[in-house]
């Protein structure tokens, strides 16, 4: 895997698979005769990060705990009866390093040459460590009539690659690339012309995504994630936090008579989320002065899944929030119909990934 970020090979099907920081999501993928169809898919999580921090498959430490992810892996693989032993994975958020450099307008090989010198000023590790990337997310001229480009530049350190490739190995598959979560993510979206920011809630981590005109423009991470309820509701009931994942999946948020009180508890944290997303955009609006206003705020992850999330985080954005739908860019089998509602946010990830041998 000589380019970790872009392969391209031949076969009829391969697997997207999303590790996450607690769980493990996975989704067979083949042509269909209009779009992409997703053939099988499955999802493992490991409640022992409940009650044991260390527990997280990976953190934001850049440790990923390859023997629990393995076993994972080979569960559902097994479970799964999978016809591929292809695969792209996702590379979470704070596994990677982002950031803008501004050029002025060149062509592509120009730009990659340059890179490699400008790479050396962003980078915080020595660039023999690291694997590197780009892409293309905005063009402007300036006061003074000279055309620009904005590049966000990304880079991977080498020692978190060769564990997934060695993750992979261990579980009989074929890694054949890798990508950041963002990217895949904003796959689902392409092509679609509404100014649209992604909240992708998962366990650990929220990744906010800023898309305009179809097209990924710049993302940022929390470490405010839905976990943040969980413990809050653990330690204001004085309950196992197990319970409090129960709890907090039965009854949401926005309740009313005894559900109050669980909603009470959560709504600080929710808030927490909201604001991150709110300094994110500000970030985003000084690096593109000129970028869309939003138009709608779309929930994804693990989190999106909380009842009532969606009234909450409008009455806040003063903008149509929804639930992220990915499941309607594939081709899908009638018996995994009525999963789809309860399976589309969290499967986001993975599905973006399922798209990308199709997305040409």
């Known amino acids: 895997m000589n380019n970790p970020f872009s392969s391209f090979f031949p076969t009829d099907a391969y697997l997207g698979v999303d590790i996450g920081t607690t769980s493990i999501k996975m989704v067979e993928v083949k042509a269909g005769k209009k779009a992409p169809r997703v053939t099988n898919y499955g999802f493992l999580e490991s409640s022992g990060y409940l009650t044991r921090a260390n527990q997280a498959l990976q953190t934001s430490g850049l440790k990923i705990f390859?023997?629990?992810?393995?076993?994972?892996?080979?569960?559902?693989?097994?479970?799964?009866g999978t016809t591929t032993k292809d695969a792209i994975?996702?590379?979470?958020?704070?596994?990677?390093?982002?950031?803008?450099?501004?050029?002025?307008?060149?062509?592509?090989?120009?730009i990659a040459k340059a890179l490699v010198y400008q790479a050396k000023q962003y980078v915080p590790m020595p660039l023999s460590e690291v694997a590197l990337d780009w892409m293309?997310?905005?063009?402007?001229?300036?006061?003074?009539?000279?055309?620009?480009?904005?590049?966000?530049?990304?880079?991977?350190?080498?020692?978190?690659?060769?564990?997934?490739?060695?993750?992979?190995?261990?579980?009989?598959?074929?890694?054949?690339?890798?990508?950041?979560?963002?990217?895949?993510?904003?796959?689902?979206?392409a092509g679609d012309p509404t100014a649209t920011t992604i909240v992708d809630?998962?366990?650990?981590?929220?990744?906010?995504?800023?898309?305009?005109?179809g097209v990924l423009v710049w993302s940022a991470q929390s470490d405010i994630a839905a976990a943040s309820l969980t413990q809050a509701l653990a330690t204001s009931l004085g309950i196992n936090p197990m319970r409090a994942e129960e709890l907090k999946k039965q009854r949401g948020i926005l309740g009313t008579g005894p559900n109050y009180e669980l909603s009470t508890i959560m709504m600080p944290f929710l808030d927490a989320i909201v604001n991150?997303?709110?300094?994110?955009?500000?970030?985003?609006?000084?690096?593109?002065?000129?970028?869309?206003?939003?138009?709608?705020?779309?929930?994804?992850?693990?989190?999106?899944?909380?009842?009532?999330?969606?009234?909450?985080?409008?009455?806040?954005?003063?903008?149509?929030?929804?639930?992220?739908?990915?499941?309607?860019?594939?081709?899908?089998?009638?018996?995994?119909?009525?999963?789809?509602?309860?399976?589309?946010?969290?499967?986001?990830?993975?599905l973006g990934l399922g798209m990308k041998q199709f997305a040409r």
């Open 276 to 350: 991150e997303v709110k300094k994110a955009e500000y970030t985003y609006r000084q690096q593109f002065p000129t970028a869309a206003k939003t138009e709608r705020v779309v929930l994804a992850g693990g989190g999106a899944n909380l009842s009532g999330i969606e009234k909450y985080f409008e009455r806040d954005f003063g903008i149509p929030v929804v639930k992220a739908t990915p499941f309607s860019r594939f081709e899908v089998p009638d018996e995994i119909g009525p999963f789809i509602p309860e399976l589309g946010a969290p499967m986001t990830v993975a």
């Open 89 to 110: 994975a996702s590379l979470p958020p704070f596994d990677v390093f982002m950031t803008l450099v501004d050029f002025p307008a060149m062509e592509e090989k120009e």
């Open 136 to 189: 293309r997310v905005a063009d402007y001229v300036d006061d003074k009539g000279f055309a620009h480009q904005k590049i966000l530049l990304i880079s991977v350190p080498q020692e978190q690659i060769k564990k997934y490739q060695h993750m992979f190995q261990a579980a009989g598959l074929r890694l054949r690339a890798l990508e950041i979560e963002s990217l895949s993510i904003a796959r689902i979206f």
């Open 201 to 213: 809630i998962g366990s650990r981590s929220t990744n906010i995504i800023f898309m305009e005109k």
């Open 66 to 80: 390859e023997k629990d992810a393995v076993a994972l892996l080979k569960a559902l693989i097994r479970e799964l």
